[in-house]
């Protein structure tokens, strides 16, 4: 599932309905009552993707894969080789090198402290476009990961 949904980023809502990719599950707002630039899919626990709403275009796949607030959802299917549910940022960077992206360290939940966000150019000759992008808590350990476009082109 995961690669046939990375495979199918850059591919419109539609696309990837017809292709069997996705299920015909509703798009919600990303913020409610608000101005939305994105929609988002929940096919599972622990899964969103993320649809530009002008164009019903998917450009993010995100896993939650650590449970960071009560009651949040966790991913526990299969992760495409190399990647686990248990990860730690020095593992991240002795798989992938050095980060293509390195975010500062921001606060990600009151109660859970800082971590830091880096992300990975994917160097597959059809996934050119195509980041890999992880979000660590404090310790260092891997909360959230997620494939995303590069170049969105918007």
């Not at 309905?17 to 939305?36: H, T, W």
């Not at 990860?87 to 971590?115: D, Q, W």
Request: charged content about 20%; glycine content about 10%; some cysteine.
């Amino acid at each position: 599932m995961i690669n046939n949904l990375v495979a199918g980023l850059g591919c419109t809502y539609n696309k990837l309905l017809v292709s069997g990719a996705i299920s015909n599950i509703p798009l919600e707002p990303s913020i409610k009552g608000g101005d939305n630039e994105y929609l988002i899919q929940r096919p599972e626990p622990g899964v969103e993707l993320w649809f530009w709403a002008e164009t019903a275009t998917l450009e993010r796949v995100l896993f939650s894969l650590i449970r960071m607030v009560d009651g949040a959802s966790v991913y526990t299917g299969e992760l495409p080789s190399p990647f686990m549910h248990n990860m730690h940022r020095l593992g991240v960077k002795a798989m992938l090198g050095e980060p293509f992206e390195s975010k500062e360290p921001i606060k990600i939940l009151r109660s859970r402290g800082y971590g830091v966000g880096e992300a990975y150019r994917l160097t597959s000759a059809h996934l050119v476009n195509t980041k890999v992008g992880f979000q660590y808590r404090n310790d260092d350990k891997v909360c959230s990961m997620g494939f995303s476009l590069i170049n969105s082109g918007h």
